[in-house]
């Protein structure tokens, strides 16, 4: 499969805990994207990621959330201290250059539930 | 704060019905409008895209239509089938730089046989 992959899709955790999200982006790709989706809502920007650097955080929340996307692996969000208004799809996006086209592929999503 | 409203939350049509769904930005500085389709349990799929010097395009049985002075864009689904029943979000790319898109609310679409 040559999607961008999330895992994993759903994870459930109790406040106070730390979750961690994954993304493969596309084969090729070198630029992710994280978004959040709360129910019935349509998705917000969290953060913008090329490989070693973060471009743009201004979606993310000030603390607890953090991203990174290293030299090899996937890129990872991090929720330290999770409190019930995490619960939310949070999504991955990747796209092969970093301008233009605002083509966009996403994953299906890694479903977080807090306890 | 830049935004991108959509309009209906949600729409039911019967089969062969040709469901419109509507969106409007409030900041000039966007280049490219997306729409994306997403069922539920799934990312979203891009389905179709214009930029703002085009009117409308097509797309199969998928049509956007875009009016810069208004800065409004609307989706058309004609023969509208079962299948197409989803959840349907515009988009929105800011100007030059990266692909970040600003989305709207999505509108639930259902299609009765």
């Known amino acids: 499969n040559a999607g961008v992959m999330q895992n994993p899709r759903h994870l459930v955790r109790r406040r106070g805990q730390e979750a961690r999200l994954r993304c493969s982006p596309m084969?090729?790709?070198?630029?992710v994207y994280w978004y959040r989706q709360l129910p019935e809502e349509g998705l917000k920007f969290m953060v913008y990621?090329?490989?070693?650097?973060?471009?743009?955080e201004s979606g993310m929340p000030k603390e607890r959330f953090s991203a990174e996307f290293p030299k090899e692996g996937p890129s990872i969000l991090r929720i330290q201290q999770v409190v019930r208004g995490d619960s939310a799809a949070y999504f991955c996006?990747?796209?092969?250059?970093?301008?233009?086209?605002?083509?966009?592929?996403f994953g299906e999503g890694s479903r977080l539930t807090v306890l | 704060q830049q935004q991108v409203k959509q309009s209906p939350q949600s729409l039911i049509v019967q089969k062969g019905g040709i469901p419109i769904i509507n969106c409007a930005y409030e900041n000039t500085a966007f280049d490219y409008f997306p729409w994306y389709q997403q069922f539920p349990g799934k990312g979203p799929a891009l389905l179709i895209a214009?930029?703002?010097?085009?009117s409308e395009k097509k797309e199969g049985r998928f049509t956007i239509s875009f009016n810069k002075s208004a800065k409004q864009f609307s989706l058309h689904i004609m023969d509208s089938q079962p299948g197409d029943s989803a959840t349907y979000f515009c988009?929105?790319?800011?100007?030059?730089?990266?692909?970040?898109?600003?989305f709207g609310a999505g509108t639930r679409l259902a299609v009765h046989p």
């Open positions: 990621l090329q490989k070693e650097n973060i471009i743009d």
């Open positions: 214009i930029r703002p010097d085009v």
């Open positions: 996006a990747s796209s092969l250059s970093g301008s233009g086209t605002g083509e966009l592929f």
């Open positions: 084969k090729g790709h070198s630029h």
């Open positions: 988009a929105a790319k800011i100007t030059g730089g990266y692909n970040k898109l600003i």
